[in-house]
């Protein structure tokens, strides 16, 4: 018979959990992997388009150089998202928003799967694959599923691009300093499905710890947070956010 796979949630972030107030969330890849979601490292760097690496298509480089395919590449993911629903992680998460008094969620995922399961005011710090944005002006548009995209700006009728970032590109204005301010004021911080490898990503969770909070890494691969973080639950976040949720609650007798 199959059984789960042991995992081993210490008393103290059971207790932790229990008693937080203001929490934050940043979530990568890996979290929407169990919704059929590929990640970009994972799985032997298969994220690949047309014999291109993704970060070469996924560039500033390549929307200067082939817009089209880079629209190409992102139509097509964005087909394959329009069939996919949020998983047990998603979930989870949008649960704790009213579980704590204080609670931010950022991703650098551009999916929105968290959107999709319930979670409000998701910082999206890479942009939003359901977005279009006007080269000339900047103006943005909501690309709806299953309608046409618009190929030029409403507004001045210049081109439109994925209101993505993409390697080498700023984040959106303002996006960065919210997610830091929150990550400076949390005491206890997740760090859900990612690789931990692309900044200003990955410096959260290090704002998160300088400033005293709890980190706590939920991923079934090691990764460069792993050796410093106060708690590291390998495992598929679908598994091990719920289970968390369950054991905090038992041990506070609710
Ligand atoms: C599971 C699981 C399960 C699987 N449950 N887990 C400082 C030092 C060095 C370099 C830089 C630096 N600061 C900036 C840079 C440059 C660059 C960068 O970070 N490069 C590094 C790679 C070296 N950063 C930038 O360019 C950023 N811009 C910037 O800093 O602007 C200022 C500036 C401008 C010019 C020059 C210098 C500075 C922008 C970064 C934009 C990233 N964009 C992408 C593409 C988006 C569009 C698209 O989708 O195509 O965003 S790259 C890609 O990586 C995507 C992701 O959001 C991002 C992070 O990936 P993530 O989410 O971590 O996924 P994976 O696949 O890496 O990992 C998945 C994880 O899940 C794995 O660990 C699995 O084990 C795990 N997993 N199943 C839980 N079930």
Same mark, same amino acid.
């Given at each position: 018979?199959?059984?789960?796979?042991?995992?081993?949630? +210490?008393?103290?972030?059971?207790?932790? !959990?229990?008693?937080?107030?203001?929490?934050?969330?940043?979530?990568?890849?890996?979290?929407?992997?169990?919704?059929?979601?590929?990640?970009?490292?994972?799985?032997?760097?298969? $994220?690949?388009?047309?014999?291109?690496? !993704? @970060?070469?298509?996924?560039?500033?480089?390549?929307?200067?150089?082939?817009?089209?395919?880079?629209?190409?590449?992102? @139509?097509?993911?964005?087909?394959?998202?329009?069939?996919?629903?949020?998983?047990?992680?998603?979930?989870?998460?949008?649960?704790?928003?009213?579980?704590?008094?204080?609670?931010?969620?950022?991703?650098?995922?551009? @999916?929105?799967?968290?959107?999709?399961?319930?979670?409000?005011s998701v910082i999206e710090l890479h942009g939003s694959i359901w977005r279009a944005r006007c080269v000339g002006c900047h103006t943005r548009s909501a690309i709806i599923p299953?309608? %046409?995209? @618009?190929?030029?700006?409403?507004?001045?009728? /210049? +081109?439109?691009?994925?209101?993505?970032?993409?390697?080498?590109?700023?984040?959106?204005?303002?996006?960065?300093?919210?997610?830091?301010?929150?990550?400076? /004021?949390?005491?206890?911080?997740?760090?859900?499905?990612?690789?931990?490898?692309?900044?200003? $990503?990955?410096?959260?969770?290090?704002?998160?710890?300088?400033?005293?909070? !709890?980190?706590?890494?939920?991923? %079934?691969?090691?990764?460069?947070?792993?050796?410093?973080?106060?708690?590291?639950?390998?495992?598929?976040?679908?598994?091990?956010? %719920?289970?968390? +949720?369950?054991?905090?609650l038992e041990s506070s007798g609710k």
């Amino acid at each position: 018979m199959h059984s789960a796979p042991q995992l081993s949630i +210490s008393d103290e972030l059971r207790r932790r !959990f229990r008693d937080a107030r203001r929490v934050l969330v940043l979530t990568g890849a890996g979290v929407s992997a169990e919704s059929g979601v590929p990640t970009f490292r994972g799985g032997g760097n298969s $994220a690949v388009w047309k014999g291109m690496p !993704f @970060d070469v298509i996924s560039s500033a480089r390549m929307v200067q150089r082939d817009l089209p395919a880079v629209w190409e590449w992102f @139509d097509y993911r964005r087909g394959l998202l329009e069939a996919l629903s949020p998983n047990a992680a998603h979930d989870e998460i949008a649960a704790w928003q009213d579980r704590f008094a204080d609670f931010a969620l950022v991703t650098q995922n551009i @999916d929105g799967l968290h959107q999709k399961a319930g979670s409000r005011s998701v910082i999206e710090l890479h942009g939003s694959i359901w977005r279009a944005r006007c080269v000339g002006c900047h103006t943005r548009s909501a690309i709806i599923p299953n309608r %046409p995209r @618009d190929n030029a700006c409403h507004d001045c009728g /210049d +081109s439109v691009r994925p209101d993505v970032v993409l390697f080498g590109e700023m984040l959106p204005a303002g996006t960065f300093e919210r997610a830091a301010a929150a990550a400076a /004021d949390c005491e206890l911080c997740f760090v859900i499905g990612t690789s931990a490898l692309v900044y200003p $990503a990955a410096s959260l969770p290090e704002i998160a710890h300088a400033s005293g909070a !709890f980190v706590c890494e939920v991923n %079934p691969e090691s990764t460069p947070l792993s050796h410093w973080c106060d708690e590291s639950l390998m495992g598929k976040a679908g598994d091990v956010l %719920p289970r968390l +949720s369950r054991l905090a609650l038992e041990s506070s007798g609710k």
